[in-house]
């Protein structure tokens, strides 16, 4: 199977999953989360706002928000594939991208890449080693090439697929939390 099967079929799985399982589940994710190492250590973490079926972010950003820590949030640039992150508090304003994605407003206070201590990268498919197939932009993957924080995905183990090859341009994660 190529990329863009495992992504269909993978996306076809975890959308079935029934929706409180789903808020189980990313809530034990979170949980994990919370007992690392780069999540003690991180100040800054850059986050996506999710949509069913990825993992459920709101846990990480309310903890976040509860433990004095400031979230970033990516805001997209189409035409080049690009991303850059700002501040985002849980009662910002946002705006709704063509794919439906909640980004920033333009007038959010941008955050530097190296003020990031931990980044939390979505995908859909991970190998073992940090490979992913992520939802078909390349955002990820161009941030990440000179990314110097910590990386971390939390995934179903749904997610995990050994069946594809890392290209080049792909940059792996440094852990991923299953459940």
């Not at 990516?74 to 009662?91: A, C």
């Not at 955002?139 to 110097?148: E, G, K, T």
């Amino acid at each position: 199977m190529n990329k863009k099967e495992i992504r269909q079929q993978i996306l076809k799985t975890l959308s079935e999953m029934p929706k409180e399982t789903h808020l189980e589940r990313s809530k034990e994710l979170a949980e994990m989360l919370f007992q690392t190492n780069e999540w003690n250590r991180a100040q800054i973490i850059g986050v996506t706002l999710s949509r069913f079926p990825e993992v459920e972010t709101s846990f990480i950003i309310k903890e976040a928000d509860r433990t004095g820590k400031k979230i970033a949030i990516p805001k997209t640039y189409g035409k080049e594939h690009t991303m850059d992150f700002h501040l985002y508090e849980v009662n910002d304003k946002l705006m709704k991208t063509k794919l439906g994605l909640k980004e920033p407003l333009d007038d959010a206070p941008f955050i530097a890449k190296e003020r990031i201590s931990l980044l939390i990268v979505p995908g859909v498919a991970y190998q073992k080693a940090g490979y992913r197939i992520g939802f078909g932009g390349g955002f990820y993957d161009r941030y990440l090439a000179n990314f110097v924080g910590d990386t971390v995905s939390l995934l179903f183990q749904e997610q995990q697929n050994e069946e594809f090859t890392a290209q080049m341009h792909d940059q792996p994660v440094q852990k991923l939390l299953i459940y």
